[in-house]
Each structure stands twice: as structure tokens, then as C-alpha cells.
């Protein structure tokens, strides 16, 4: 029998296949190293799509476009693009209102996100994208159906970080200019000027819907960072980034350290106002001003009354209508579809109006209770305004 050759391992004996066993667990291991488990494939979730209704503002994969009176988005852009059937001057005031849901994120870009991030983003919506005025709603999802929704946006296949270089990849940002885009808060590169001053007028969409890098490192799964930067869909443009760059500049954004954050101020009820105050004033400032959009009867919500009149977003229908005095004197719907006062106070004292009011600002610091902040997914009402309608209640609500 021949000898093995000079580089060659004697495989004859007992020697031999213990050295071929240490071998074979060897490459076992590196490979178990080296190549992570495929991921879980995605869960069927369209009934919740449209249970909630997510049509409504997101372009989702597979899934038909929402009416145009339904869809909100949609409505807002033809609105600016003046391209929706109304009287031109019907258009010019209604533009110089609309600055919230003008544009959405494509669902199709959730698949680079992770699955537990996007289960509790649902649960407790928080401002990801500074340029955008609305923020995702929040709806009343069980987390069984958060994570549900999860699963269908995206596959449970977190991976890992491509290798890059932070130092490198500071520099690139910088010379980038990513700042004319993003916000990256508490990073020594978050530039508030540049990022003011970066707006493109031309391509609102692109400034709007860029994210705040600093939650980047909790939303992105590893593995697709790097990948996203080489070659972005939706809104961001393409800026040609080499993959070795993209891995600098991703490991740079995952890693780099931040600053914490300052905790919001507590929100403070302001004091009863000592001066009267009329049905008029609260309705042109408050009610008619931002409420009725989505509270009102057919004939101001363009069909249906809106979402917090008829239903939607799989809130049952309230019958909510503040475009009159008249209306809202009616009240809304509870939970069971009977009739109550949205000015009855509620245990603490607090009217119901008010406290939906507050909620929004208690949401935007990050506590949700069980009162649904209102206006639903918008910017909470200024603390002055809430004062009025808090004294005009207190008052008796006067006409």
C-alpha cells in the first residue's frame, strides 16, 4: 500500500481518523461561525393590513391602493400638486393648512428592519423622521397582532454588522453631507444648521422622511445597514457609496457613541382662564382649525365623516362631529355604541376632551396610558389651546 504524500494527511489507522474527526469538527464549527441560520420566512398578516387600514397613508407590497377620499396621503398630495377636483381657492387655503401626511414611508422597505423593533414600534409609536410633522398613529393593537404585523413586514434574520472602519466612516458622513438629511441626535456630527439649511425645495420627500439616524442601531437589522447605504430605495437617493464605504459609514452609525437625551418636561395643565370665552373662539382656533377633519359630518370629511366620525384605523365609529355647536353637544359613542358626553369629567376630575388632549403630550414623552391621545398621530394642540377649551368648559360652554 503507498505511503501518503509529502502535504498529504495518512488518513490509514487509528491516528488518521481521529486526526479527520478534529478535522470535520473544526470546519463544523467555522461554519456554524460564518454562516447564519436562514431566516424564518414571514407570516400572512393581510387581514390586520386591513383591519387598521394601512392603506390608508402606506404604500403596502401586494397589497391595493386605499380609495383616493380614503387614502390621506394621497388626498394631501394631490391637494399641493393641484391636481384635486376642488375650487382653486378652495386649493390655496386648504394648502397653507395641510402640512401633516404629505408623505408616508413605502412598507416595502420594512423587510430592512428588525422584527422586535417593528412589534414595539407599533405598540408605542415615537417620532422617527424630524422633518415629518406626523408620526404613526397609535392604534389599538394587541401584541399578538403587533407582532404578527411584524412578521409579515419582515424576515426574522437579524444577522450581523458588516466589518468597517469608525473613524472612516465619521469622515464620510461629514464629507457626505448626510446632515443636509439627517438628524443623528447625540452624535458629534448632529448638525442643526446644516440640517435646516439642507432642504431640498424641489425634493420635499427626500427631507422629510430621512430618520434620525440616532435609533438607526435599534431599527436596522445588522445585516442590511451597509447593504441600504450601497444601494437605498424609496426617498433616499443613491449617492453612488462604494461597499467598502457603506461598511465605514454603517459600522460608524452603529457604533459611534451618543449623548443621552434630555428627559421632556413634565406637561402641566395650565390654570382655568379668568376671561370669557365663546363657542366661536374655541371652534375657529381649535375645533374648526384641526379637529374637524377627522371629526365631522360628510359634508366637511369629504364623504364620510372622517375617521373619528364613521370609523377607521379599526377604531370603531364614534359619531364624533365637532363642526358645529350643535354637534358636539351630542357627544361621541362609547366602547358599546351608546351615547356619552365627551365633556364628562372623568374620575380625577378631568373633562374626557381634555384629558384625549393631554394624552398626546404624555405619548410624545413616551407614555401611553389607556386614554388615546388626540389628534391621532399629529403634533399635540399647543398647552394655550387646550387651556381655551378647558375654560370654556369650565364655563359652561357659552355660545
Known amino acids: 500500500m503507498p505511503h501518503a504524500r509529502e502535504g498529504e494527511v495518512d488518513l490509514r489507522g487509528t491516528e488518521g481518523l481521529m486526526r479527520l474527526a478534529i478535522a470535520c469538527l473544526v470546519l463544523s464549527a467555522c461554519s456554524d461561525r460564518t454562516s447564519p441560520p436562514p431566516p424564518k420566512p414571514r407570516v400572512d398578516a393581510s387581514d390586520l393590513i386591513a383591519k387598521y387600514e394601512c392603506?390608508?397613508?402606506h404604500d403596502v407590497p401586494g397589497v391595493a391602493e386605499a380609495p383616493r377620499d380614503k387614502h390621506c396621503v394621497r388626498c394631501h398630495q394631490q391637494i399641493h400638486d393641484g391636481t384635486f377636483e376642488a375650487a382653486?381657492?378652495?386649493?390655496?387655503k386648504w394648502r397653507g393648512r395641510i402640512t401633516s401626511l404629505r408623505w408616508a414611508p413605502a412598507l416595502a422597505a420594512a423587510d430592512r428592519l428588525r422584527r422586535d423593533y417593528i412589534r414595539d414600534f407599533l405598540l408605542?409609536?415615537?417620532?422617527?423622521?424630524?422633518?415629518l410633522p406626523a408620526e404613526m398613529p397609535r392604534l389599538k393593537l394587541s401584541p399578538d397582532e403587533a407582532a404578527r404585523l411584524a412578521a409579515h413586514l419582515s424576515p426574522d434574520d437579524d444577522?450581523?454588522?458588516a466589518d468597517g472602519d469608525i473613524t472612516k466612516g465619521e469622515q464620510l458622513f461629514r464629507s457626505l453631507a448626510c446632515a443636509r438629511c439627517h438628524r443623528f441626535t447625540g452624535a458629534s456630527v448632529d448638525d442643526a444648521v446644516l440640517h435646516a439649511a439642507g432642504r431640498d425645495q424641489s425634493k420635499p420627500a427626500e427631507w422629510a422622511l430621512a430618520p434620525d439616524l440616532r435609533r438607526a442601531r435599534d431599527r436596522i437589522r445588522p445585516s442590511q445597514l451597509a447593504?441600504?447605504?450601497?444601494a437605498p430605495r424609496g426617498a433616499m437617493p443613491n449617492l453612488g457609496v462604494p461597499p467598502a464605504a457603506a461598511r465605514d459609514l454603517a459600522a460608524f452609525i452603529s457604533r459611534t457613541p451618543l449623548a443621552g437625551l434630555t428627559a421632556p418636561?413634565?406637561?402641566?395643565?395650565?390654570p382655568l382662564l379668568e376671561r370669557p370665552v365663546l363657542w366661536a373662539e374655541?371652534?375657529?382656533?381649535?375645533?374648526?382649525?384641526l379637529c374637524w377633519h377627522c371629526h365631522a359630518v360628510p359634508d366637511y370629511a369629504r364623504g364620510d365623516g372622517g375617521p373619528g366620525n364613521s370609523?377607521?384605523?379599526?377604531?370603531a365609529p364614534r359619531g364624533l362631529d365637532v363642526s358645529s355647536y350643535a354637534g358636539i353637544s351630542s357627544g361621541s359613542l362609547d366602547d358599546h355604541g351608546e351615547p356619552r358626553s365627551i365633556f364628562a369629567t372623568l374620575p380625577d376630575g378631568t373633562p374626557r376632551v381634555i384629558a384625549h388632549l393631554l394624552a398626546r403630550h404624555a405619548e410624545e414623552a413616551g407614555a401611553f396610558g389607556p386614554i388615546v391621545g388626540m389628534p391621532l398621530g399629529l403634533p399635540p394642540l399647543p398647552l394655550e389651546e387646550i387651556q381655551l377649551v378647558d375654560s370654556w368648559i369650565a364655563q359652561g360652554r357659552p355660545q
Do not use: M, N, Q, S
Open 124 to 131: 408605542a409609536p415615537h417620532d422617527v423622521r424630524p422633518g
Open 88 to 92: 382653486p381657492e378652495h386649493l390655496a
Open 159 to 161: 444577522g450581523v454588522l
Open 282 to 289: 374655541v371652534e375657529a382656533k381649535v375645533f374648526r382649525d
Open 265 to 270: 418636561p413634565a406637561v402641566t395643565r395650565l
Open 311 to 315: 370609523g377607521g384605523f379599526g377604531y
Open 55 to 57: 392603506t390608508r397613508c
Open 227 to 230: 447593504a441600504w447605504i450601497a
